[in-house]
């Protein structure tokens, strides 16, 4: 069956809506490498919206590409021009302010928790944000998802920054302690997948770190956890640059399908 053909309600997914790296400008008319940024976040929204089944959107962060508030108060301006009503959960990105995140997304449908508690799915939001482009997950942070993780409840973390490389320039900012990221949640046989932004284009990539690991990975893992990244709403990245490039392609964000049964599928949306 098809992700988008109707469902038994008792067969019925939860579906998320993943969107991620607006690259606002304070001003409407900004553009990104030639890409008009605001505009595009727009479209992206107006097919969120236009899909009802859609329960829940993950935004996995940089929002603003000037840092001015404006930027901030732009993309609420457009969520709420869009009439999006479902939950959007939010993460900072590497470019994003968490305190502006919080002043400005305090009204609805924005939820600041960092996590979303289903009946058959725990989906847990990961902060990566550090004092550098590049990311980081701490010790307190690691340590809070590993407590959080419910063994009764399949598993989807989100996060900004990439834990796997991805093979070209934006890996110089992905994540910095791979290795401690990947041995905290070795063991947790329960997580089916994990999803990032950052590296502007949708990828599938199994995790190739068992190496870095200072303990082999838990042979009691049924299979591999594979990354889902994400498209992003405003530029996605030409892998052949060794530096910010655009490809002449739309905006994009992911959906996935979260069924009772663990099982996920996912689509990614091109416009």
């Not at 307190?140 to 070209?168: C, F, N, R, T, W």
């Not at 490039?245 to 599928?265: C, H, I, S």
């Amino acid at each position: 069956m098809n992700e988008t053909e109707s469902y038994p309600v008792k067969h019925k997914p939860i579906v998320l809506a993943q969107i991620t790296d607006s690259h606002l400008f304070s001003s409407l008319d900004g553009l990104h490498h030639g890409h008009n940024v605001f505009d595009n976040l727009r479209n992206v929204l107006l097919s969120v919206r236009n899909n009802a089944q859609i329960d829940y959107v993950v935004f996995t962060g940089d929002l603003t590409q000037d840092h001015t508030e404006q930027s901030y108060q732009n993309f609420v301006d457009c969520v709420h021009e869009c009439d999006i009503t479902v939950p959007i959960y939010y993460l900072a990105g590497n470019h994003d302010e968490p305190e502006l995140l919080a002043k400005y997304f305090s009204v609805s449908p924005f939820l600041a928790g960092k996590e979303i508690s289903l009946s058959h799915w725990q989906v847990q939001l990961v902060d990566s944000k550090s004092a550098t482009p590049a990311g980081y997950v701490s010790e307190p942070v690691l340590e809070k998802l590993q407590s959080a993780i419910m063994p009764g409840k399949h598993q989807l973390l989100m996060m900004h920054h990439h834990p796997i490389d991805v093979g070209y320039f934006i890996d110089k900012h992905g994540l910095q302690n791979k290795a401690d990221f990947w041995q905290a949640i070795n063991g947790y046989n329960n997580i089916k997948a994990i999803a990032c932004g950052h590296v502007h284009s949708a990828m599938e990539l199994t995790n190739p770190v068992s190496n870095l690991l200072s303990k082999p990975l838990n042979q009691k893992l049924k299979e591999p956890v594979v990354l889902y990244t994400c498209p992003a709403t405003s530029i996605q990245f030409d892998p052949n640059v060794d530096g910010v490039a655009a490809l002449a392609k739309g905006p994009g964000y992911r959906v996935f399908y979260l069924y009772a049964d663990g099982q996920l599928n996912t689509d990614v949306v091109t416009l």
